[in-house]
């Protein structure tokens, strides 16, 4: 068993490595990837060594380091370079489709409660924290927001460790079930919205103005460009820590009822500082950093994340209660049923669906992949939206767990 963290991140680091190489330099990782999406590697291959018993995640520091520094840090990378007007200007569908989605986890994970307990109730029961309810209500949070809200819920409805670690399980298998559905229908796109007759004027020129800044500003990566990345990301991360280090004692001591909104998180106000820095940053020359890659160097601190939280999953957890695979993938094909019924009323392009969605189901980890899969310059477009996903994450997924709560109790 690896216990060492500067091996384990070694062995981390090679597992990515292997993997985007085989994507990229070889004739049956082209074909496999297109099917199989990358995201879903990275959790579940780090998964794997956790599961048999090859790596000790519980005893290692590597998900907080990765969590706290390297999150908040490609935040800021990965904003630098959005174009605000621009991303405004796509109207209101983008908005309906991501609230959409969100109601969508909101009202699906009640319903899905209710239908898998008429049909099995053992599997939809338990008592104190092991209550499955209790432990549902860190799914609807991982899936209105990302990892923050997740944790959020644990802590807010008192989820028992067994518990938890299961619905890590449902929701990562279940969510990147349907990020392969997102990715498929990336590739149909241009199709579908012909067909549906969806306006695409907005996103053409939003596409338009990213690469005409690419045009202007790229540039081969320096050693001096990678300093600057490094100061004004890890810069950012340490205001925003330093900043929640003032804001949640103040909550606490002023205002100690918005605890039951997890509104005394440090990791949710670090995450919404970092953001909204980076946002604030795009306006200024800091912005010109994207041309020498920022968002690349962003999004590699963002797949070490996302290994560092795969290799915590048991993926054999599911299977003591496989009935909770069948609760997730009912929450999630509701989800997915209700953005297709909207974007077919409002004729929204698959875009908005497909990025409105993942916003709240993947967060920051996954919003900018679904959104890159349509064009690279789309990608700050997932970020803004999975931001706003943090935002109201927590208290959806509160209102999502007390109606749980009612449905079990009655």
């Excluded at 989605?101 to 053992?122: D, N, R, Y």
């Excluded at 990715?183 to 690469?211: C, N, P």
């Excluded at 001096?224 to 990345?229: E, G, S, T």
Aim: hydrophobic content about 55%; some cysteine.
């Amino acid at each position: 068993m690896i216990e060492n963290d500067a091996v384990l991140m070694g062995l981390l680091a090679v597992t990515l490595g292997t993997i985007f190489y085989t994507q990229k330099h070889t004739r049956a990782g082209a074909k496999f990837f297109k099917y199989v999406p990358t995201l879903l590697l990275c959790y579940f291959i780090p998964s794997i060594y956790n599961t048999i018993g090859l790596i000790n995640a519980e005893e290692s520091r590597l998900y907080f380091v990765a969590s706290r520094y390297l999150l908040p840090t490609c935040l800021v990378l990965l904003t630098l370079s959005i174009d605000l007007p621009a991303v405004m200007r796509l109207g209101y569908k983008a908005i309906v489709m991501f609230l959409t989605g969100t109601i969508g986890i909101v009202i699906g994970g009640p319903v899905a409660l209710i239908l898998v307990g008429l049909i099995s109730p053992e599997t939809v029961g338990g008592d104190g924290p092991d209550a499955v309810w209790r432990g549902l209500t860190t799914v609807a949070g991982s899936w209105i927001g990302g990892g923050a809200n997740m944790a959020a819920m644990k802590e807010v409805f008192d989820v028992g460790g067994p518990l938890f670690s299961q619905m890590i399980a449902v929701d990562v298998l279940c969510a990147n079930l349907w990020l392969a559905v997102l990715l498929y229908l990336a590739q149909k796109s241009a199709d579908i919205d012909r067909r549906m007759g969806a306006d695409v004027t907005a996103i053409e020129d939003l596409k338009f103005r990213v690469e005409q800044f690419h045009d202007k500003f790229a540039r081969n990566i320096t050693f001096h460009d990678l300093m600057f990345m490094s100061a004004i990301g890890f810069g950012v991360t340490g205001i925003a820590h330093a900043a929640s280090g003032f804001i949640v004692p103040w909550i606490e001591n002023n205002a100690p009822i918005l605890e039951r909104l997890s509104l005394t998180s440090s990791f949710f106000w670090i995450v919404v500082i970092a953001t909204t820095l980076g946002v604030v940053l795009s306006f200024s020359r800091a912005r010109e950093l994207e041309g020498p890659g920022a968002s690349s160097v962003g999004s590699a601190m963002l797949y070490v994340l996302i290994a560092t939280i795969g290799m915590h999953m048991d993926v054999t957890a599911v299977f003591s209660n496989p009935g909770l695979f069948g609760v997730g993938l009912l929450w999630i094909g509701i989800h997915g049923g209700l953005l297709i019924l909207v974007a077919r009323l409002i004729r929204a392009p698959v875009f908005y669906m497909a990025v409105g969605s993942q916003a709240n189901v993947g967060g920051a980890a996954s919003a900018p992949v679904v959104a890159a899969a349509f064009h690279p310059s789309l990608a700050p477009v997932g970020v803004l939206l999975a931001v706003l996903g943090y935002a109201v994450g927590t208290y959806a997924a509160w209102i999502c767990g007390l109606i749980m709560r009612a449905i079990a109790t009655t």
